[in-house]
Each structure stands twice: as C-alpha cells, then as structure tokens.
C-alpha cells in the first residue's frame, strides 16, 4: 500500500504534486487550528456550565438562609414559584430528608436519579433520561432541619452549541479547501508553465537540432526566468559554435580542394606531355611538389588547432634563452632586446617557439623591402610582455579585427604568397590564450606592424 502509494506520487506530474502538497498542507493546519479551538471551548464552556449549576445551589442555599428559623419544608411548597425563579431554564431541584424521602420538587424537567451517599458537596457528569447532565449534591439547612439538595443540570444547550462550533468549522473548513484548491491548482499550472515550455523546446532541440529552438523568454526575473533565459543563451552560443565548425570544415575541404585541383592539372600535363617533353615534366613535378608541401603544412596546421592537449600548470620556463636563440635563427634579419636576466612563465618551449617562429615568420613574409623585425622582452608588473615589431607592409584597420580567425587574409592579393594558410596567426592566439597570455595588434599600412604578447610571471 505504502510502496504503491510512493509510486504513484513518484509518477504524478509536477502540478499534481504540487496540488496535493498544498492541500494536505492546508487541510493539516486548518485541522490542527480546529482541534486546538475546539478543545479550548469545550474546557471554558463546559467549566461556565459547571459554574452555573454550583451558583444555582449557592443562590438556594443562601435564600433558605435570609428566611425565618422557623420555616419548615412545608411552608417552602407553598413558594415554588419563587424558587422557579431562581433556577434557570432546564435544572430541575429536588430536596430529601437525610434518610432519602423526598420531600419538594422544583422543576420536573429530568427524571430523579440516586442520590449519593455523601454529606459534603459533590459534582458528578452523568446521563439522565438519555441527556448529559450536571448532578450538583448538598446538604443544606431550611429552618432547623437539614435536608439533601440535589440539583440536575442538563447539558442540552452546551451540547447544541458545541455541534453549532463543529458544524460552522466543518462548513468553513470545506470553503477554504475548496478555494485553496483553486488557488493552488492555477498556482501550480503558472509555476509548471515555464517548465513546460522548456521540456517542449528540449523535445524539439533533441529532434531536430539546435536551430530549432522556440522558446520565448516571458517569465519575468525570477529564478524559472533565470533558467529559460540561460538555456536560450546556452543554445545561441551551442548554435554559433555548430555554425562556426561547419565554416571551418568548409573552409578547409576549400583550403585542400586549390592544391588537389593543381595538382591534378600538372599530372595531366604530365601524362599528356610530360613523357616526351622534359621541361613540361620537370616544371610539372616541381609545382606539384610545392602544391604537395603546402597541402603538408595546412595539414599540419589544421592538426594542430584541432589537438585540444592538457595545460600542464605546474611548467615553468625561463624563456629568456628561448628568445636569445631567435638571433641566430633569424639572423640579419632581427634585433633582440632582452630587459630581464630570467622570466619564468608557464608554457612549453615548443609552443613559444611556435608563436614566435609564426609571428616573425609572417613579418618576414609580409614585407616588400629588406626585413627589419625588432624583439623585446620585458617585465611589466607581473607580467612578461614580448614585443615584435617589423618594417613589414601594415594591416588595414579594416582587416585588424579579423587577422586571428581562422582562414583569414588580410588582402586577396597575398593569397599567393607563399606558405600562407591564413592559420599562423588563428594557432598563435590559440597557444597563447592557453598559457594564460594574451595578444593585442597594432598596425599601420606601409609602416609595420606590432604584436604585443602578455604572460603571467610564475613566482
Ligand atoms: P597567413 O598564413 O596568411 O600568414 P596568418 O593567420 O598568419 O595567415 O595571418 C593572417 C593575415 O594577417 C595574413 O594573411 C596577412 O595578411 C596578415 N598579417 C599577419 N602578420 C602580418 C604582418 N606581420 N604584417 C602584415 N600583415 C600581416
């Protein structure tokens, strides 16, 4: 029963649970309040009910007293009247001799019941012709004699007003379920809305992609807002990144597909002319290994974006001897300036040697007179900032923002220059941002331009 009853709450929706939570939760506390009421009313007014049967008694007694000593029971019977008036509505009194006679009766609303065998005043709830009532019992004295009293006190309009209590609870207690159930039910179907909405855009993410998505953000600030606002920022960013690798699959198949189609071309000179002419073949077979070389390098590159390797944070490179090692390489080309004796930074040497060979490879590239490329290492704060600058041909302002992508040239003129892949730079930024670093440009045409790296010092 428990285990079925676990299942089905396990399985009901949300709004269903919801519904039933507040509920429960209301009718529990309503109930609580009820009981808590009720227990206090009947302790307060079934004590009053008892106070007024005892000052009946009281008020008996003490008129007995205010009359003559030599007033006899008799000479009361002729005075019921008066006494009636002492007595309210329902109580019924009845005297007795100490010997048990009976001997006056005011009121004949309750049939007799036994008297007790007690001289002092007793008090006792209990059932008179199918009625709870008071028995109050004393023993009092009229004139010189004393004689038994016994009041009955019925419990009728107490009882009438403790089921108008249960009744007017029981009403309300309906009412207020009734509307807390409404309320609750639209409560829920609100709160379960944006929920919904977001399992419908998921259902069509899953089935048909990304770009599917229909979800429209209306809910507002609070935190159901918060999560379908970061779930449509989430896809538009999954969206761009799936846009972005399809232009560079693309990008590549057209990066590989000029190198195949020229050499495709030589070999069919080749086979055409190339057996009897020694020249076509000799110029065939050099322009399609140099097709071949490029088509190698691009390759390589491509590879080399693609490897997503762990950063190892605990290396620490002095790279001040990595620097100095560039005079030799680029000899006569490059001026080295190194400001510090040692900088320790985390990243491998071959990665900065990459960069480096990268960005001055491309200064030497991109310059129409002799090459004349300057590199400088400094401590700035607590970070190591390489400097290259060159005397090479410039960037246009218009290129600058876009020389990082991948593909990208700054001037379709270049395209042919040699060994451009429009990667170089797309690998640079990428090594560098993984080390921590960053990279920032500045260029003018026909000037030269600057690439200014910045690396965090390792203590
Ligand atoms: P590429 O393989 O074409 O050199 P890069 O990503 O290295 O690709 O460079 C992107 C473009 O930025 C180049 O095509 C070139 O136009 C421009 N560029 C890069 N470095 C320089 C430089 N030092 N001087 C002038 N232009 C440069």
Known sequence: MMKAMKRAWTN????????????????????????????????????????????TVDDLQGYFSSQSVQISVNDLQQQTGLMKAILTQEQTVRLYSLDGVELL?????????????????????KVVDDQDVYVVQDVITIGRSAVMIQLIHPLTSFQAMMQYIVTTMLIMGIGALLLSGVISYFLAGHFVKPLLQLRNSMLQVKERGVSANTLTVEHGKDELGDVLHI??????QLDESFQRQQQFVFDASHELRTPIQAIEGNLKLIQRWGKDDEEVLEESLRISLDEIARMKKLMEELLQLARQQKVDYELALNIVPVIEQLKTEYAP???????????????????????????IENSLRYCSEEPNIIVKLKKQEQFAELTIVDNGVGIAQEHLPYIFDRFYRADDARLHVEGSTGLGLSIVKMLVEKYGGRIF?????????TFILRFPIKK
């Open 12 to 55: 009901s929706s949300l709004r269903t649970k919801w519904f039933y939570s507040i509920a429960v939760t209301i009718v529990g506390v309503y109930a609580a309040v009820c009981i808590i009421i009720y227990a206090a009313l009947y302790a307060w007014l079934s004590e009053n009910e008892k106070g007024n049967a005892v000052r």
């Open 105 to 125: 009766q005011i009121n004949d609303f309750s049939s007799r019941t036994p008297l007790l065998n007690e001289t002092s005043r007793t008090i006792e709830q």
């Open 231 to 236: 779930y449509n920022e989430m896809l538009e």
């Open 333 to 359: 080309f490059i001026h080295v300036q190194i400001e510090v004796e040692n900088c320790l930074i985390a990243i491998s040497e071959q990665a900065l040697v990459q960069i480096t060979r990268n960005l």
């Open 441 to 449: 440009v500045q260029s003018e045409i026909e000037k030269g331009s």
